[in-house]
């Protein structure tokens, strides 16, 4: 079975770019999350999908974070615009709801914005 | 709101020793605990779950946790570390009922010496 694939690995931006970032969650996972890792923050929930549905934005996130799901099985982050403070590395996961079953990550993409 | 501590932000062991990796946790409701292994430029990979029975659980590569409610703790195990089992360990919690929206621990390295 493919796991949770994200494009692309990496990414580097000018600052005041749009960057769109991808996910392909696990086929029949109806869960998608998206987090953003630093070394200072640690691991932060940035948005979350049920069935398709977002259902958390996380609110420090909204005004220049946008992520979508228009189909069960893609889902995009987009950054707009770019800040160096958003040099990251954003993590795609997704599980299936209800099964007592910990999420599946993707490999990541590293941000870097100048 | 739920929290998550790992106290050590690093333990250095050699090749064969056991290793025990702590994790404490703060919740009310009924907690879902696992965790989550990260090497160098990689995404997060689950070792093994917590929610309910036997508080020992058994995960991939020989590594075991064990649920202590009294002790809100949820500690990591292995018997005799190898050198590939060096990389970040992240402990997490989520509410039972939404097993995917992870709050996690700031992280321990574990570096494994010859």
């Known amino acids: 079975d493919a796991g949770v694939t994200q494009t692309p690995r990496h990414e580097v931006a000018e600052k005041g770019q749009t960057i769109i970032l991808k996910c392909e969650p696990v086929s029949g996972h109806n869960d998608l999350f998206w987090y953003r890792q630093t070394k200072i923050q640690g691991l932060e929930l940035l948005s979350y999908?049920?069935?398709?549905?977002?259902?958390?934005d996380g609110g420090a996130f909204k005004d220049r974070f946008k992520a979508e799901m228009l189909n069960s099985s893609f889902s995009t982050l987009k950054i707009q615009p770019t800040e160096p403070k958003d040099s990251a590395v954003y993590l795609c996961a997704s599980s299936l709801t209800g099964n007592n079953q910990a999420p599946l990550f993707g490999e990541g993409t590293r941000l870097s914005v100048l | 709101t739920q929290t998550v501590s790992q106290s050590d932000a690093h333990v250095t062991v050699f090749e064969g020793d056991s290793v025990e990796l702590r994790c404490n946790y703060s919740y009310g409701g009924s907690i879902y605990l696992s965790w989550y292994i990260q090497h160098h430029g990689r995404g997060l990979q689950f070792l093994l779950k917590?929610?309910?029975?036997?508080?020992v659980v058994q995960g991939v590569n020989g590594f075991e946790a064990e649920f202590s409610k009294s002790d809100s703790s949820f500690h990591l195990r292995k018997a005799s570390v190898h050198w590939s089992d060096s990389a970040v360990y992240f402990c997490a919690v989520s509410a039972r009922a939404n097993t995917g929206k992870l709050t996690f621990g700031d992280g321990t390295v574990l570096t494994v010496k010859p």
């Open positions: 999908f049920r069935s398709k549905s977002l259902m958390e």
């Open positions: 917590y929610y309910s029975g036997n508080p």
